[in-house]
Nanobody, 115 residues
Framework: QVQLLESGGGLVQAGDSLRLSCAAS????????MGWYRQAPGKQRELVAT???????NYADSVKGRFTISRDNAKNTVYLQMNSLKPEDTAVYYC?????????WGKGTLVTVSS
């Protein structure tokens, strides 16, 4: 059974930093591209960042230069380092694992950025 468990969310002030973690189990982690998505209240879920099994990354324009995605294949974990947080970054952040047509989601972790 595949599980993606996010952690690291919380309440911070604008300008602060947070690091999200997503621990994966039940899959061959290194085969999967991993991603972070977010959903703000009343909005659709949107891509934040992705990383392939070999470390190629992609970012939404809104987070480029502030967020960094990374992975540790030995620990089956993907991270999202978020710096210079803004109130508009407030959302539930979801971890995603995908490999061809196989797609898994975590339950999310809430990040709230106060102004």
């Amino acid at each position: 059974q595949v599980q993606l468990l996010e952690s690291g969310g919380g309440l911070v002030q604008a300008g602060d930093s947070l690091r999200l973690s997503c621990a994966a189990s039940g899959l061959t982690f290194s085969r999967y591209a991993m991603g972070w998505y977010r959903q703000a209240p009343g909005k659709q879920r949107e891509l934040v960042a992705t990383i392939t099994g070999v470390g190629r990354t992609n970012y939404a324009d809104s987070v480029k230069g502030r967020f960094t995605i990374s992975r540790d294949n030995a620990k089956n974990t993907v991270y999202l380092q978020m710096n210079s947080l803004k109130p508009e970054d407030t959302a539930v952040y979801y971890c995603n694992a995908y490999y061809y047509v196989t797609n898994y989601w975590g339950k999310g972790t809430l990040v709230t950025v106060s102004s």
